[in-house]
């Protein structure tokens, strides 16, 4: 049975989405950030939390963006396969939620028409799309706001096979110790591991998007997990970069496989402001 | 340790500061980013006035999100400073005192803040909406056309920095990480 959407309904949930991403942590975020005001042991660390709370606070309160840099718009699109949009084109329909969303949200316009001549597009668009078919006839929208301080941060390593999980652990601290202070600790760091070069980036920035108090199905993925987790918060960067246990809230990890010859490792860094937002239609 | 400051800045307190002291800063400070650094930077090489004069001065690295009616200004947190480190030398040179944004910076911006008895300032990053209320006025002065990272003058009240780099080199992130 094939199901009909219109694609004003897309147009609609983005635009909310984009607001509330830019206004409310989503509860998994929130939860971790305020178990970190008591976790972290540093005087600075803790005070620098305890203002990331207010600063939370006042966002929801007065409608004022959680960070002034409210980011490219990424979106994910699960598709199931038996449904048929309607009533115009999906992508500009997207696009459109965005344009809505940033303008009327009082959302900061941050992107440039070209990479070199950049020129402001003044309304945020054109969002970053990815689209999935899967099986079914609902839509998943994942909506995340992406932050560039954090973002620039970013690597990929392609690793050889014999580096192995040290080698992965090793290039993750890696990125991490350079991004120090710039990706506002705490940070919430995606790692993709396999694939190819583009699909391990992918599974980076779709590991920021999931839940961040759970950890892979994978036994030695989740143990990995916790061991990152661990290393890098002893590494002292702390809460903005001033000295501290907490410089990251999560480490989540998505693997893929990869060809015989390779490793590709993407670590994709965030900020504490990881605004992701899920909605089904 | 606890200061408060006032902005434009005299030369003897920016001497006093010492990496790691809390300051809260009242005053007249300046906003500008990476398109306003690089039109600055021109307008040096072409031997033109920059829009406003850096002497004593601070600069806050910030581009808002636009202010919901009835407000001053919208969310208003640093941005990462080592996109300016190219431009900055510079203006240290023609007497600015000091800047505002968060993260690490090169050798030639720490000269040049040594040279000339200079400080730079860490804010939260990513506590926008907490800073925006310590900004009482905000005025595009230039550059309007750049949009959130036109030319602005703030006025802010006991807005919350700590000192990264003292005019003596001292550097709190180094301190920190090792
Ligand atoms: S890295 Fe995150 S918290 Fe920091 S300025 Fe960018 S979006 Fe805001």
Known sequence: ?281 | MDRQLKSPLSEKDVMDLRAGDYVYITGIIYTARDAAHKRMFEALENGEELPFDVKNNIIYYMGPSPEREGKVIGSAGPTTSSRMDKYTPSLLDLGLKGMIGKGKRNDSVKDAVVRNGAVYFAAVGGAGALLSKKIIKSTVIAYDDLGTEAIRELEVKEFPVIVVMDSLGNNLYENVVG
């Open chain 1, 1 to 281: 049975m094939i199901r009909e959407i219109n694609v004003n309904e897309v147009t609609e949930c983005i635009k909310e989405m984009c607001i509330e991403a830019n206004h409310f942590l989503s509860n998994d975020m929130d939860l971790k950030m305020r178990e970190a005001v008591k976790e972290e042991e540093s005087i600075v660390g803790k005070q620098i939390l305890n203002q990331l709370q207010d600063n939370l606070k006042i966002a929801g309160e007065e409608m004022i963006p959680i960070c002034q840099d409210t980011g490219m718009a990424v979106i994910f699109m699960e598709i199931g396969q038996n449904v048929h949009f309607i009533e115009g084109d999906l992508n500009e329909a997207i696009n459109e939620g965005v344009r809505l969303g940033y303008q009327q949200g009082y959302l900061r316009k941050s992107v440039v028409k070209d990479p070199i001549e950049r020129e402001n597009t003044k309304d945020n668009t054109p969002a970053i799309i990815h689209y999935e078919i899967v099986s079914g006839d609902k839509v998943k929208i994942t909506v995340e706001p992406k932050g560039f301080g954090s973002e620039n941060m970013s690597r990929i390593f392609m690793l050889k096979p014999s580096d192995g999980i040290e080698g992965v652990k090793a290039a993750v601290i890696t990125a991490v110790k350079d991004a120090g202070p710039n990706a506002c600790p705490p940070m919430v760091i995606g790692v993709g591991i396999g694939g190819t070069f583009e699909k391990c980036a992918l599974l980076a920035k779709k590991a920021l998007v999931k839940d961040i108090t759970k950890h892979s199905d994978i036994a030695y993925v989740k143990q990995l997990e916790i061991d990152l987790l661990r290393e890098i918060n002893q590494l002292g960067i702390g809460p903005g970069g001033l000295g501290g246990k907490m410089t990251a809230l999560a480490v989540n990890v998505e693997t893929y496989p990869t060809h015989i010859a390779g490793l590709p490792v993407a670590v994709n860094i965030c900020c504490h402001v990881n605004r992701h937002i899920v909605k089904h239609i």
